[in-house]
């Protein structure tokens, strides 16, 4: 009797290419690290909306003759926070979204306030601001990559 081989591969053949195949896959997933990769987009999400938030009050502040937008309902007076306070509707926080003597941030110069894409809610959205005694406007979050992240103008 005469054997021929056939063409296929053998069981030892297929277990060492599925071992390389998962070495490789292992360090693939170790140098992409899809949390950290997560988190920092979370972190840009934050950023931007720092920004936003900053804009709006500023775009407040432009329309009203520098006035910062506050909700003491009088317009010689102002309650816009002075230290870092949360924003939100909170009794704690400052609510920015009901902010401004006629025009209000929210829907006038927001569509919404935008939250922390984590932890926010409309009682804390995840955010401070404050104004500090030179004028500047500072907006900051708690980053996950960043431990702080801050943005001022």
């Known amino acids: 009797m005469k054997r021929t ?11 060492v290419v599925l071992a390389i195949i998962g ?12 949390a950290r990769q997560l988190a920092k987009a979370r972190d840009t999400q934050r950023k931007s909306d720092l920004f936003l938030i900053l804009s709006a009050v500023y775009q407040y502040s432009s329309e009203h003759s520098g006035e910062l937008p506050d909700t003491d309902g009088d317009p010689l007076t102002s309650n816009f926070p002075t230290t870092p ?5 909170d ?5 920015l979204a009901s902010a401004g003597e006629n025009d209000t941030i929210v829907p006038v110069y927001l569509v919404e306030l935008p939250k922390d894409p984590s932890t926010g809610t ?15 406007l500072y907006a900051a979050a708690t980053g996950e990559v960043d431990p702080t992240i801050e943005v001022f103008r």
């Open 85 to 89: 306070t949360c924003i939100g509707t």
């Open 5 to 15: 081989k056939s063409g296929g591969f053998t069981l030892l053949e297929m277990l």
């Open 122 to 136: 409309d009682q804390n959205t995840g955010y401070t601001i404050y104004v500090d005694a030179n004028g500047h």
């Open 91 to 95: 009794a704690s926080c400052f609510d």
């Open 23 to 34: 070495i490789f896959a292992t360090i693939m997933i170790m140098v992409i690290n899809p």
